[in-house]
């Protein structure tokens, strides 16, 4: 009788170990699987923030306007000052 209740705790102790690191693996997996989701969030938000960036950058290089100094042409003035010279030389 003590023997079939010996064996009987054996297997429920066994049955509890079992379930109870299976338990443990699983909420482990579950925890990595949150932290990876959390990452790849705040990896994407990073990305958003490079992209709007770039874009800020992009859209200043087409809207800035060349400085005009007193006195001095700019490039764009000083290449078609060139052209009139070069097209008047070649008329005469």
Same mark, same amino acid.
């Given at each position: 009788m003590i023997l079939l209740l010996l064996i009987a705790?054996?297997?429920? $102790?066994?049955?509890?170990?079992?379930?109870? $690191?299976?338990?443990?693996?699983e909420e482990q997996k579950e925890e990595i699987m949150e932290e990876s989701e959390e990452e790849k969030e705040i990896e994407e938000k990073a990305k958003i923030e490079e992209k709007k960036e770039e874009a800020k950058k992009k859209v200043k290089k087409r809207t800035t306007k060349p400085k005009v100094t007193a006195g001095k042409e700019t490039k764009v003035e000083e290449k078609k000052a060139r052209k009139k010279a070069t097209a008047k030389a070649s008329k005469e």
């Open positions: 705790l054996y297997f429920v $102790i066994k049955w509890a170990v079992k379930n109870g $690191i299976r338990d443990y693996y």
